[in-house]
């Protein structure tokens, strides 16, 4: 297919279409997505470091599926989302403001999210509003629930959107790796350090 | 069971909202001897709702979390309504189904959990309004019984469609003018209970919720039974204070006047020969239990 749907910072609308409706594939094992085009993974993992870190407000979103200690797996992950985050905090300039902020839950919240501390996918809008995240990574979220929650980022934010996927990727985000394991989270910390001063901080 | 399934990523613990910590630190998951009196002192019982301030419900949702005997390993299932509102706060696995579905929803729920985990207790919780268990749900709350479906169903029983702003239910009382009823009821409130037993449950109770004791009680009972032996129906009365027009400290007292012997919400009570069975003997292992741990204070003490 030549023509494809490019999956591009919003605000796009109301209710942007799935990506897949649009025709937008999923990567094989092996590479990952920016804004809909395949590409390998590792400048998948190259080019998230660099949205990372030109971004004002990077933020790591962790979900309930490594938030929760359910096996060794994903406690191992847990403490990689940690190391990225440290990393990341290492290496940006002093304008910017990476934060470490959970979705421990799926189910709506009433009568009000707290914003500042967590992100709920019915309503993620609020809490990128209200810390102003210019970029932001999806890891450990359930698939429907990252789905909905990328396209209401695209819809009402400017956010750029990675998704870290367990499983198959995320062709709502605007760039997604997949089979997302402890040690490619590490790798992408990685790639931060490496590209540490070469990428312009923001103002 | 214990609180080993809840357990947050320690590298990440220090980022989580603190009712998550709460939860984790305090629930009373794994403590046998769980019931009403750790309201107010386990997150998981809910501390906020968003129900109507004062509302019976609210009362009623927190007895029935506290007396779960096997919290971690339920699953409720609820449906559209004032409950639905609630769902959101609670540390108990729960499915929301589409309304009046419930009773198919968890069938196929507690079928499934039977062959996944056959070496484990899972226990199946429905927890619907009136609306949906008596009416637009009827054909599924009876077809469930009918093919002995070994889980509870309870009916919030506030005799109208509340969420929706007062419409008639077939548990509403006869004559009973609602504000989207304004014809006031034609027929008499639907014997439900009396349905129940018929339709091959095992354990019917029909009470208000005005005693937090009485109410762990059927609870336990119900669920016991429905584990081992058969579908159970409870009926509890959780008047909608907003509709009936209380304020909000009057739904106890409004319980009080209904459960009368003379009212609609005295007591009743259906036990089938095997389930009575099945708790003589529970009861049994309760005394035996309480002996012990009795026993055991008194040569600690010693
Ligand atoms: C299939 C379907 N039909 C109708 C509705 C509209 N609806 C929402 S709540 C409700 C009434 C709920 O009444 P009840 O079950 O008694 O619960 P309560 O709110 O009184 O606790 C209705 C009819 C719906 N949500 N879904
Ligand atoms: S409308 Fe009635 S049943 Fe619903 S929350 Fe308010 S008082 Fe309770
Ligand atoms: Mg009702």
């Known amino acids: 297919m030549t023509t494809r749907y490019k999956v591009m910072p919003g605000p796009e609308h109301f209710l942007p279409p799935s990506a897949a409706s649009m025709g937008n594939s999923l990567p094989d094992p092996g590479q990952g997505h920016i804004h809909g085009s395949i590409v390998p993974e590792e400048q998948a993992m190259e080019e998230a470091a660099k949205q990372f870190l030109a971004a004002k407000v990077p933020t790591i979103f962790p979900g309930p599926l490594v938030l929760w200690a359910w096996n060794e797996k994903a406690a191992k992950k847990a403490k990689a989302i940690r190391h990225l985050f440290e990393t990341l905090k290492d290496c940006v300039a002093s304008t910017q403001t990476p934060m470490l902020i959970p979705m421990p839950d799926y189910r709506p919240k009433y009568p009000k999210i707290n914003p500042e501390i967590e992100i709920n996918p019915n309503h993620p809008n609020l809490t990128i509003w209200h810390n102003k995240i210019d970029a932001c990574i999806f890891v450990g979220v359930h698939c429907h629930q990252a789905n909905l929650s990328l396209k209401i980022i695209r819809g009402g934010t400017d956010c750029y959107t990675i998704a870290m996927c367990a499983q198959a990727g995320h062709e709502d985000a605007m760039l997604s790796v997949r089979d997302t394991t402890a040690d490619k989270i590490l790798r992408l910390a990685d790639w931060v350090k490496k590209l540490k001063g070469t990428v312009e901080p923001p103002k | ?302």
């Not at chain 2, 109770?205 to 119900?222: G, R």
């Not at chain 2, 209380?246 to 009743?268: H, I, V, W």
């Not at chain 2, 020969?273 to 040569?299: D, F, G, N, V």
């Open chain 2, 1 to 302: 069971m214990s609180k080993e399934r809840i357990k947050i990523a320690p590298e990440l613990f220090e980022i989580m909202p603190p009712e998550y910590q709460d939860l984790v630190d305090r629930a009373t998951y794994g403590n046998e001897t769980r019931g009403w009196k750790d309201i107010g002192n386990a997150k998981e019982l809910i501390e906020e709702h968003s129900l109507c301030a004062g509302c019976p419900e609210s009362m009623a949702f927190r007895y029935i979390l506290a007396s779960l005997p096997n919290p971690e390993d339920t699953v409720m299932v609820g449906s559209t309504g004032c409950t639905s509102l609630v769902f959101p706060h609670v540390a108990v696995h729960n499915i929301h189904s589409l309304f009046g579905n419930q009773n198919a929803i968890a069938s196929g729920l507690k079928r499934a959990l039977s062959v996944r985990f056959p070496d484990r207790h899972k226990d199946v919780v429905v927890l619907a309004g009136d609306g949906a268990t008596v009416d637009i749900g009827l054909d599924m709350t009876l077809q469930a019984w009918f093919r002995q479906e070994k889980f509870t169903t309870i009916c919030f029983d506030n005799e109208l469609y509340a969420n929706t702003g007062g419409q008639e239910s077939g548990l509403m009382q006869k004559g009973f003018v609602a504000k989207m009823a304004p014809v006031g009821k034609t027929f008499e409130k639907v014997r439900l209970p009396e349905i129940a037993r018929e339709s091959g449950c095992h354990y019917v109770v029909n009470c208000t919720v005005s005693k937090p004791n009485l109410v762990e009680k059927v609870i336990k009972n119900a669920i016991h039974v429905a584990r081992e032996i058969g579908p159970t129906y409870l009926q509890l009365y959780t008047p909608c204070i907003l509709e009936i027009g209380k304020n909000s400290m009057e739904g106890l007292q409004e319980m009080r006047d209904s459960e009368k012997p003379t009212e609609r919400f005295a007591y009743k009570e259906y036990v089938s020969e095997p389930a009575k069975e099945l708790l003589t003997e529970i009861a049994a292992k309760e005394k035996e239990r309480k002996a012990a741990a009795k026993k055991q204070l008194a040569s600690q003490g010693a």
